[in-house]
């Protein structure tokens, strides 16, 4: 069954803009992870945060996680028009990498 | 150092027929996963497999059916096509335990129509 559960959003922004987009889950979990999907093609693995973090910056990218709420955000700063892509987030319930995925937040960056 | 390669890109097949899809892991990874994405939705696991055994299995038919090679290269076979099966179907490799072995690289993936 899905964990991940974005809110499933169609987000346009202007470069240089901040993106933030939403995910919240059901169960506990061993860790969260972002990946970016190009034209419906392969996904390619953004960030990581473990269950016992509460925020992790990768670059460009902000992670955090809620785990009494059972949510975390991925914020893009100084958006690019590279950027745009669908983002999913994905839980592992046990770290074995059988990834649950959300449906995931389509993001168009204007030039 | 070559990443995840999926074969073949596209396929086409009819509603009842058998298919097989092949995935190439990441030099040095000895687990693959399967994923089945259906159109504007997220990917949902299939199974695994982690040195030639299956490892896990989500909430997929028997249908679908899978291998893993000494060379940690796999396939996905799904017989007795349904419309519903048409889908991207992605493979993703991940290191032995470790430090890393939570990062999954993904391949291309193979477009697969039921018609």
């Known amino acids: 069954s899905q964990q991940g559960e974005e809110d499933p959003q169609a987000l346009s922004i202007q470069e240089g803009e901040n993106a933030t987009m939403n995910c919240s889950y059901k169960?506990?979990?061993?860790?969260l992870q972002w990946y970016r999907q190009n034209s419906g093609r392969g996904l390619v693995h953004l960030i990581l945060?473990?269950?016992?973090?509460r925020e992790k910056h990768s670059g460009r990218l902000r992670v955090t996680l809620d785990t009494s709420k059972k949510s975390s955000s991925l914020l893009i700063t100084a958006s690019r028009a590279a950027d745009t892509a669908s983002y999913f987030c994905?839980?592992?319930?046990?770290?074995?990498?059988?990834?649950?995925f959300g449906k995931g937040n389509q993001v168009v960056v204007i030039p | 150092e070559t990443g995840v390669t999926q074969s073949p890109t596209h396929l086409i097949k009819t509603r009842g027929q058998q298919v097989t899809l092949r995935c190439s892991s990441q030099s040095g990874h000895n687990t693959v996963s399967w994923y089945q994405q259906a159109l504007g939705q997220g990917p949902q696991f299939i199974f695994q497999?982690?040195?030639?055994?299956?490892?896990g299995r989500g909430n997929f038919p028997p249908r679908f059916s899978g291998l893993q090679f000494p060379n940690y290269s796999s396939e996905l076979n799904v017989n007795a096509l349904e419309l519903d099966d048409s889908a991207l179907y992605l493979c993703?490799?991940?290191?032995?335990?470790?430090?890393?072995?939570?990062?999954?690289?993904f391949g291309p993936g193979t477009r697969l129509t039921v018609t």
């Open positions: 945060i473990r269950s016992n973090e």
């Open positions: 497999y982690y040195r030639e055994e299956e490892n």
């Open positions: 169960t506990s979990i061993n860790n």
């Open positions: 993703a490799s991940s290191p032995p335990p470790g430090p890393s072995s939570y990062e999954q690289y």
């Open positions: 994905a839980t592992d319930l046990y770290g074995n990498n059988r990834l649950a």
